[in-house]
């Protein structure tokens, strides 16, 4: 066992824990009573993890214990699977003061984590994330979610993360041990949002946010060695940790960008994983993207339209893209449809506001709120990463 490292993310409510560490799960009944005695748990599991693995983690539990099991995707990160959780919640005859667990990937964390919130109007959750993606991001800072079916438009498919709620976990508990199950194309999605955090973190860092001394440790994947595991979730979640104390619910206004330097690429992103026809090659196959290859060329693209409008210093695209291909991810689209259907889809992301498209471009110290820069620079920064 390795650890546990303690994160603080301190917020209003007082905030709570981050623990990261190697063999955590298999104590995870213990760390649980940190939180206080809990007379009923329902754990939420993720099939991708080993079920031995998730024995062990339920029989360490000392409480009445109900468990359900998922294999979610996008398109089943929906309404009718949070319904089916919410039925979970209610069969387990949970109540306030009674805990859900989630032991899974990002997909799982961000539905049964806006179930447990709205569960009798909220019960606690603990969030244990089991990919590399969930670890560094989506199960610290409370946004959960699911995605909305677009019924009008055939082009589209989903609207990502439309329905949602902040819901901040009460601990979080981040094991590397389970990273070694993790098939390589999940972890690199992963490393897609190690990237943007340290592209927001700028230049004045160190270590793991350090973008050539991230770029030094690539490529990476599910066996290295844990202790640089250990350090790169820690380091990521202490980044996000404190962009997220200093704006907990993505309130900041103005030029400032508060939270939403976290949604650096995110707003290219989503519509790229919104759109049907478009894919990536992985692995010499064309599929479409998953949300962490999505994010890696939405970083390049924004880097791009960061430089068109002066914002981003000039090689900073180029590198943000080297570092893109080092971690194994795709830095093009090899089929895209029509950019027009991309630009709209952008357009009716939940990131802008009042039919002002609100990006994220990176800086030399950072990144920098850019308000609608106009189709034609949209465009551009579209057809640099639209493949040969
Ligand atoms: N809430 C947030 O702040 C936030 C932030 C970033 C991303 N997200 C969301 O996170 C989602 C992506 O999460 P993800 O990348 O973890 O994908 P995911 O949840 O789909 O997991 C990837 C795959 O790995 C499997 N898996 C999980 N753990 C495993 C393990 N230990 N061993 C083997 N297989 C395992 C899963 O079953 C799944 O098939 C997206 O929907 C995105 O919108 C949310």
Redesign the pocket.
């Known amino acids: 066992m390795i650890g546990p490292a303690r994160v603080r993310v301190a917020l209003a409510n007082g905030g709570h824990d981050v623990l990261v560490g190697r063999g955590l799960l298999t104590g995870l009944g213990g760390l649980l009573t940190r939180l206080g005695q809990f007379r009923r748990i329902h754990l939420f599991e ?5 079920k031995a693995l998730r024995d062990v983690a339920a029989s360490s539990i000392d409480a009445r214990l109900t468990r359900t099991e998922y ?4 398109a089943t ?1 929906s309404m009718a699977s949070l319904e089916r959780m919410l039925q979970d919640l209610a069969s387990a005859g949970l109540e306030r003061g009674d805990l859900a667990v989630v032991v ?7 539905v049964a ?1 806006l179930a447990a919130g709205l569960h009798r109007r909220g019960v606690g959750v603990v969030q244990c ?3 590399l ?2 670890m560094v ?2 199960s ?2 409370g ?3 699911v995605n909305l079916a677009v019924l009008a438009d055939p082009t589209r498919v989903l609207l ?2 439309a329905v949602g709620m902040f819901h901040q976990p009460s601990l979080v508990v981040a094991d590397v041990e ?2 070694v ?3 390589d194309r ?1 972890f690199r ?2 490393l897609a ?1 190690c990237i943007k955090h340290a592209v927001i973190a700028g230049t004045e860092t160190g270590g793991m946010l350090d973008l050539d001394a991230l770029s030094s440790c690539l490529p990476m994947g599910p066996t290295t060695d844990a202790e640089r595991l250990v350090s790169l979730v820690r380091e990521n979640i202490g980044l996000k940790a404190a962009v997220v104390a200093g704006d907990e619910q993505e309130l900041a206004q103005g030029a400032a960008p508060g939270r939403r330097a976290l949604n650096l690429g995110h707003t290219f992103a989503h519509a790229i994983e919104g759109c049907e026809g478009v894919r990536v090659e992985i692995e010499g196959r064309l599929v479409h993207p ?3 290859e999505a994010v890696g060329i939405g970083l390049i693209a924004s880097a791009r339209l960061g430089e068109a409008v002066g914002l981003t210093p000039p090689g900073l695209a180029d590198k943000i893209q080297a570092v893109v291909a080092r971690a194994g991810l795709p830095v093009h689209l090899v089929e895209v449809p029509d950019i027009g259907d991309l630009m709209s889809a952008m357009r009716q992301d939940k990131k802008s506001s009042g039919g002002v498209l609100r990006l994220v471009v990176p800086t030399r110290e950072g990144v920098s709120m850019l308000d609608d820069p106009g189709d034609s620079a949209l465009a551009g920064a579209w057809r640099h990463v639209r493949g040969r």
């Open positions: 993720d099939v991708g993890v080993p294999g979610l995707d996008e990160k899974g990937g990002g997909i799982l964390g961000d984590g994330p089991t990919t993606l969930s991001d989506a610290v800072g946004k959960t979610g990502k993360n389970t990273l199950s993790l098939p999940a999605c992963g949002e998953s949300h962490g």
